[in-house]
């Protein structure tokens, strides 16, 4: 039994924390004293009130831990991956940080830590699909898309965030960068707009967006990377009316003699309309293709995941889908399946065959199921 604290105890973190319990001694720190009241009630999980954008109090709370788990908000993710590294403890970071972190792998190395980011839905487990299947075969394209959506389509957004919506509203924002035919493409975020149909959904609408992320320089042997994201059809032209008029604008804007930020502004009313609350229906839905030569035979390798709600543990399916990659991740480190030190994508862990079956098995043992399967081209 390790001991562990998880940093942030929103819908994600939530999930990490109670799944992790069940094995370990794990502590849950937050600014929401109401999120951990709600973990201490009801499960064996410590807690501690924490900002962490203090440093100091950051860096003296998890001196006692044998393992830190990040599921702060993006804009938080840098610093505290960094405060981790100093406090010489191994990390698993799920918070979708929009910083380059590659430089921090020598701080890690020097401190004799393990950093495994990325490590959710997507990104993440696509990562570890490329991965392990870039040891196997020589690709030549890989793809992904992946949404989470309420069930209920509520007019006019049809969708509910299920993690920080300034998270989600950097999908919108970010510039997408993919790979074609070796060259490295960057487009505006939500370009490229199509209809996908899917069986036990439907029609939903893919578009650019920035979720390859390490998967762009660490497999460069790879000529075509893509990444989309889904929604119901009809969802992204109001976005992309709202950043047209300014709404997602990080400039100042002064009204009244009053400054205020378009972006904050507009996530704060968003934040009201996309909340899912804990009892809302949702879904996650992904599909990874890998495409290449194994031995000689042109294939392509397709992983689909249809994940729902859980009515019985009441945790939405994001919040499992993203946060057991995470604990699967946690658990494979404890079991020592992967010691090396440095920070490292899941990409680079998930080449090793016995850590990427680790993960889908146990993502499996929760009902997390990715579905794979394979044709001759």
Not at 55 to 83: C, E, R, W
Not at 142 to 155: H, I, N
Not at 179 to 197: H, Q, R, T, Y
Not at 312 to 318: A, G, N, Q
Request: charge should be negative.
């Amino acid at each position: 039994m390790s001991k562990i604290i998880v940093l942030g105890a929103g819908m994600v973190g939530k999930a990490i924390a109670i799944d992790l319990s069940k094995k370990h001694k794990v502590t849950s720190a937050d600014i929401d004293q109401e999120s951990l009241n709600f973990l201490s009630s009801n499960y064996d999980i410590a807690t501690e009130h924490l900002d962490a954008r203090n440093h100091d109090n950051l860096i003296d709370l998890i001196k006692g831990f044998d393992m830190v788990v990040s599921a702060v908000p993006g804009f938080l993710g840098y610093q505290t991956m960094v405060n981790v590294i100093k406090a010489k403890k191994n990390l698993v970071d799920i918070s979708f940080l929009p910083e380059d972190v590659s430089h921090l792998d020598s701080l890690a190395k020097e401190n004799g830590v393990t950093v495994i980011m990325d490590c959710g839905v997507a990104p993440g487990m696509p990562n570890y699909i490329a991965g392990y299947h870039n040891g196997k075969m020589k690709i030549d394209r890989l793809d992904y898309m992946v949404g989470g959506l309420p069930k209920e389509r509520v007019f006019p957004f049809e969708y509910k965030a299920p993690f920080s919506p300034c998270d989600v509203v950097e999908e919108y924002t970010r510039p997408a960068r993919y790979l074609e035919n070796g060259n490295l493409v960057v487009k505006p975020a939500m370009s490229d707009l199509e209809l996908i149909d899917f069986e036990r959904i439907g029609t939903l609408e893919a578009f650019n967006s920035d979720g390859l992320r390490s998967l762009v320089y660490t497999l460069k042997n790879i000529p075509n990377m893509k990444e989309k994201t889904l929604r119901y059809p009809g969802h992204i032209r109001m976005i992309q009316a709202l950043k047209a008029a300014g709404f997602l604008d990080h400039e100042p804007v002064k009204i009244g003699g009053q400054t205020i930020f378009p972006f904050d502004f507009t996530t704060k009313l968003l934040f009201k309309v996309w909340k899912l609350n804990p009892n809302d229906e949702e879904f996650t839905i992904m599909r990874v293709s890998v495409s290449g030569t194994e031995n000689g035979i042109i294939k392509e390798v397709v992983y689909d995941l249809y994940d729902e709600y859980d009515t019985k543990e009441k945790l939405s399916s994001m919040a499992r889908t993203t946060g057991f990659t995470a604990t699967a991740t946690v658990q494979m480190m404890v079991e020592g399946l992967f010691t090396e030190k440095g920070v490292f994508p899941p990409e680079l862990v998930g080449k090793k065959p016995e850590c990427f079956e680790y993960v889908i098995k146990y993502l499996a043992d929760r009902n997390v199921i990715y579905t794979k399967k394979e044709r001759t081209l």
